[in-house]
């Protein structure tokens, strides 16, 4: 089979670029509409604190300290997120929420080349999510210090109430919505002329009847 010039593609996508236009907007607006009206939006904040030795005038922190500590960061995270911690925090807080529920809001992360640990908390209510990040942050280091045997804990920053969300994020949905609806109009496009077997110009005869052209009747209108 021979290739198909490049113009020819062109003229393929030209004449059915009505379809790219509507799927294309189909797609953006449909986006719009969910990310704007369906999806409920969720709000992140986070906690920071300080896990490790304190620094005194008798005892010095070794860099071995900040080296262990760093690769603890996992096991900070599943204390924090343990069922003991999630129970307490759910008690504390008098939340409805299972332990597993709560514990699909956590993440805790290590702050890179530090021994600072962040409690991010995800919620739908944005006063709910610095609640729980805060009084997450207190019972984690009653329970570390008491399983870890870590001499000093300590809060740096508490969570604040956050104001944007971060999910979701209509614009860039949109912007994808956007670019697949294009993606998919091409191809639809494509596989239409694919199934489309008729001749329509002299150029197809030759390509699939392999038959020269003697003449050309033209289309005279009344």
Do not use: C
């Amino acid at each position: 089979m021979e290739e198909i010039e490049l113009r020819e593609y062109f003229f393929i996508l030209w004449k059915r670029a009505w379809l790219i236009a509507l799927i294309t907007i189909l797609s953006v607006v449909t986006s719009g509409i969910i990310s704007y009206f369906v999806l409920e939006p969720e709000y992140q904040t986070f906690a920071t604190l300080m896990v490790g030795k304190p620094k005194n005038s008798e005892d010095t922190i070794q860099y071995s300290d900040v080296l262990l500590n760093q690769k603890l960061v996992t096991t900070y995270g599943e204390i924090a997120k343990s069922r003991v911690v999630s129970k307490e925090v759910i008690k504390n807080l008098k939340l409805n929420l299972a332990p597993e529920e709560l514990r699909k809001k956590i993440n805790v992360t290590l702050v890179r080349d530090t021994e600072i640990i962040k409690i991010e908390v995800t919620d739908k209510d944005p006063e709910l999510a610095a609640k729980i990040a805060n009084e997450l942050s207190n019972v984690f280091m009653k329970h570390v210090v008491k399983i870890m045997k870590i001499e000093n804990v300590q809060v740096i920053d508490r969570a604040e109430v956050p104001i944007n969300p971060v999910k979701p994020k209509p614009k860039l949905n949109m912007a994808i919505a956007g670019v697949l609806g294009i993606m998919i109009s091409i191809f639809i496009i494509f596989f239409i002329e694919y199934l489309d077997n008729t001749i329509k110009t002299p150029e197809d005869v030759e390509r699939y009847l392999d038959l020269p052209v003697i003449g050309i009747i033209p289309d005279i209108s009344k």
